[in-house]
């Protein structure tokens, strides 16, 4: 399970999240929504720790973290809450000189230590379920963008994570790509893997999610089931927000 109690974070004086409370149950998909500007990649980062907030709380399974302004985390705190979530990046951030197999690899063998051999069996395994066995050997700029974004989540999967976090998994990819990606997605959620998406495929939210958050303005405005959220809202800006979306779609 994961608990966010009063998140606040901001940059340069200006608030980016305005007191986030949330949780997020385990085996569970969550999909966040909103308007660019919003503060959901900020809530996504802080949910790692790659952005640290400056007050509230945070809980990722038996590791919690509280957060005071100017007061700095252990690295031993950051580390485990880290080893807990497994992030996918809008733009894929594979290491350029290594292998699809490589990179799978790495965090196996330098973060968790595990032999070579161990690792690659799991990586080889991992490609396998997200389609992309036979281009194991293949560089990242030897594959598109969908197949390097597979890479991604696999390679993401590969630390076994508690939650995987998506940050505008399909935004930067060719139409005709993003098919095989969110079927990744789709497969992930059957199988029970606690997930948290940034996304702006409202049918694939409204497909896969068992809950759908609507962030505006460093808030949560609205929070519910996806029926509840797109076809039975009574907020104003979420309707606003959705009119908007379907009506560029």
Do not use: W
């Amino acid at each position: 399970m994961i608990q966010l109690e009063h998140l606040h974070k901001q940059f340069h004086g200006v608030p980016v999240l305005n007191g986030i409370d949330l949780i997020i149950d385990k085996g569970k998909t969550t999909v966040i929504i909103g308007p660019s500007g919003s503060g959901k990649t900020t809530l996504l980062r802080c949910l790692n720790l790659l952005e640290i907030p400056e007050k509230g709380k945070l809980t990722v399974g038996d590791s919690r973290v509280a957060f005071k302004p100017g007061e700095k985390l252990e690295h031993r705190t950051m580390m485990a809450i880290r080893k807990q979530t497994g992030m996918v990046f809008q733009n894929y951030n594979l290491f350029p000189h290594l292998t699809a197999l490589g990179n799978l690899m790495e965090g196996q063998v330098i973060v968790q230590r595990k032999s070579v051999k161990e690792a690659r069996s799991v990586s080889l395994a991992l490609l396998e379920k997200v389609g992309l066995r036979d281009r194991a050997d293949s560089y990242p700029h030897e594959l598109s963008g969908g197949q390097q974004q597979r890479v991604g989540i696999a390679r993401a999967l590969a630390l076994n994570p508690q939650v995987i976090l998506f940050d505008e998994p399909t935004s930067a990819l060719d139409p005709e790509l993003v098919g095989d990606v969110l079927q990744v997605m789709k497969d992930l959620a059957a199988e029970g893997m606690t997930m948290i998406i940034v996304t702006h495929e409202m049918g694939f939210a409204r497909e896969v999610a068992d809950q759908v958050v609507f962030m505006d303005q460093g808030i949560i405005v609205e929070r519910g089931a996806p029926d509840d959220v797109f076809g039975r809202s009574r907020n104003e800006r979420t309707l606003q927000f959705l009119r908007k979306i379907q009506g560029d779609a």
